[in-house]
């Protein structure tokens, strides 16, 4: 099983919600990966999680909060987000975040839009 | 400082036509090289990579790539295009271990009938 599986594929809020976005992947990679993706941009990177254990933050506000359940499983919860926050959310993961060819494998992505 | 360099916004091909697709980069070592296509609202797919070896590489859907040292070049190549490579395609380095992954800013490839 080469696949990231992503849910929801879209998802509306309005600014005052929480909700959760969730990655899956069966491939034992132990590096699991969130970016944000705007349209006609290339993927930006928010967090990198290796071995279950937070090791990137790219100064991502606080209002997207991640967490690695186990090494399989990756969750983005998302609480008093604003407009500009709507975009395309990837998921991707690889065999190790330190691993010498890091090959990324991507989700088909979360469309989140805020209202 | 690392980089990578899409010199095409976008481009636009008849089918059946030749394409390529061009990549630059700028990093002092050998570098990983992926290309990615993306299709309107979908996420990233892996079109082939470079780790090291023959310079030439080829991928999955026709496409190839060809590593140039001398010209820091990754360019992406297919003979003949099909409607369904409309897409956009980024080019990425990987440059090294426990580092991420940089991007171009993409190419938007579309194909005229």
């Known amino acids: 099983d080469t696949e990231v599986t992503q849910t929801p594929k879209h998802l509306v809020m309005g600014m005052t919600n929480k909700k959760s976005l969730k990655c899956e992947q069966h491939?034992?990679?132990?590096?699991m990966y969130w970016y944000k993706q705007k349209a006609k941009k290339p993927p930006e990177l928010m967090f990198v999680?290796?071995?279950?254990?937070?090791?990137i933050n790219e100064s991502v506000p606080s209002r997207f909060s991640p967490e690695c359940p186990n090494s399989s499983l990756l969750n983005l919860h998302l609480h008093a987000l604003q407009p500009e926050d709507s975009a395309l959310y990837l998921c991707?993961?690889?065999?190790?975040?330190?691993?010498?060819?890091?090959?990324?494998?991507f989700g088909p992505g979360t469309r989140l839009t805020v209202l | 400082a690392q980089s990578v360099t899409q010199p095409d916004i976008h481009i636009t091909v008849s089918e059946g036509a030749s394409l390529e697709l061009r990549c630059n980069y700028s990093?002092?070592?050998?570098?990983?090289l992926f290309w990615y296509v993306q299709s309107p609202g979908q996420g990233l797919q892996l079109l082939l990579k470079?780790?090291?070896?023959?310079?030439l590489v080829q991928g999955i859907k026709g496409f190839e790539a060809e590593f140039k040292r001398s010209q820091s070049s990754f360019n992406l190549r297919k003979p003949s295009v099909h409607w369904s490579d409309a897409a956009e395609y980024f080019c990425?380095?990987?440059?090294?271990?426990?580092?991420?992954?940089?991007f171009g800013k993409g190419t938007t490839l579309s194909v005229s009938s």
């Open positions: 991707a993961s690889s065999q190790a975040w330190t691993a010498i060819y890091n090959e990324q494998f």
């Open positions: 999680y290796s071995y279950e254990k937070l090791s």
């Open positions: 990093y002092g070592a050998t570098p990983y």
């Open positions: 990425a380095v990987g440059p090294q271990a426990g580092t991420a992954l940089i």
């Open positions: 470079y780790f090291s070896g023959d310079t």
């Open positions: 491939m034992g990679h132990r590096a």
